[in-house]
T-cell receptor
Framework: DTGVSQDPRHKITKRGQNVTFRCDPI?????LYWYRQTLGQGPEFLTY????????KSRLLSDRFSAERPKGSFSTLEIQRTEQGDSAMYLC???????????FGDGTRLSIL | AQSVTQLGSHVSVSEGALVLLRCNYS??????LFWYVQYPNQGLQLLLK??????LVKGINGFEAEFKKSETSFHLTKPSAHMSDAAEYFC????????????FGQGTRLTINP
């Protein structure tokens, strides 16, 4: 497999702007996860898709955040009206169904000026 | 709710010495447990996983971990450290059903001294 791909790798933006990240999972994986990792911390779960259905969202995912997986393949994570506290690494992971391990991409590092 | 505690945010060992990274978990259901490694500016790579089969789990790069239910622990070991092992290590727990989202510990930074 070619691994989980995330784009862009780095994003620098001004506070108040909107940003969108893309994740391409491993092709045969029907589960897709988004996590957020701040400096010196472990990743925290944001949301989860099984195929195109978004089945769970963390309370960390405020109404400024939205995620989609329109055809059950790639996913996008959008943050509207970015704030300083949104600065973090955003990680995407995918897996097969049935207690299979999650495979992570290299993440998108977001910096808010 | 599930949780993971990694004892020691920073561990330093000499090259060739034993590596021991500690992880304790809390889970109301039988857990699935994982160790991941993260190199700078990269994502997480799976080292090994425990899914209720053998309690001693062998992973990649010579690492292994032992599941001890009585101690709610899943410590990671490697008999002989190599310079390339220097990285951040994360222990994680998940449910065996539902979303199976991972709950991570805060990580342990491993430094290898020459």
């Amino acid at each position: 497999d070619t691994g989980v791909s995330q784009d862009p790798r780095h994003k620098i933006t001004k506070r108040g702007q909107n940003v969108t990240f893309r994740c391409d999972p491993i092709s045969e994986h029907n589960r897709l996860y988004w996590y957020r990792q701040t400096l010196g911390q472990g990743p925290e779960f944001l949301t989860y898709f099984q195929n195109e259905a978004q089945l769970e969202k963390s309370r960390l995912l405020s109404d400024r955040f939205s995620a989609e997986r329109p055809k059950g393949s790639f996913s996008t994570l959008e943050i509207q009206r970015t704030e300083q506290g949104d600065s973090a690494m955003y990680l995407c992971a995918s897996s097969r169904q049935g207690n299979q391990p999650q495979h992570f991409g290299d993440g998108t590092r977001l910096s808010i000026l | 709710a599930q949780s993971v505690t990694q004892l020691g945010s920073h561990v330093s060992v000499s090259e060739g010495a034993l590596v021991l990274l500690r992880c304790n978990y809390s889970s109301s259901v039988p857990p699935y447990l994982f160790w991941y490694v993260q190199y700078p500016n990269q994502g997480l790579q799976l080292l090994l996983k425990y899914t209720s089969a053998a309690t001693l789990v062998k992973g990649i790069n010579g690492f292994e971990a032992e599941f001890k239910k009585s101690e709610t622990s899943f410590h990671l070991t490697k008999p002989s450290a190599h310079m390339s092992d220097a990285a951040e290590y994360f222990c994680a727990v998940s449910d065996y059903q539902g979303a199976q989202k991972l709950v991570f510990g805060q990580g342990t930074r491993l430094t290898i001294n020459p």
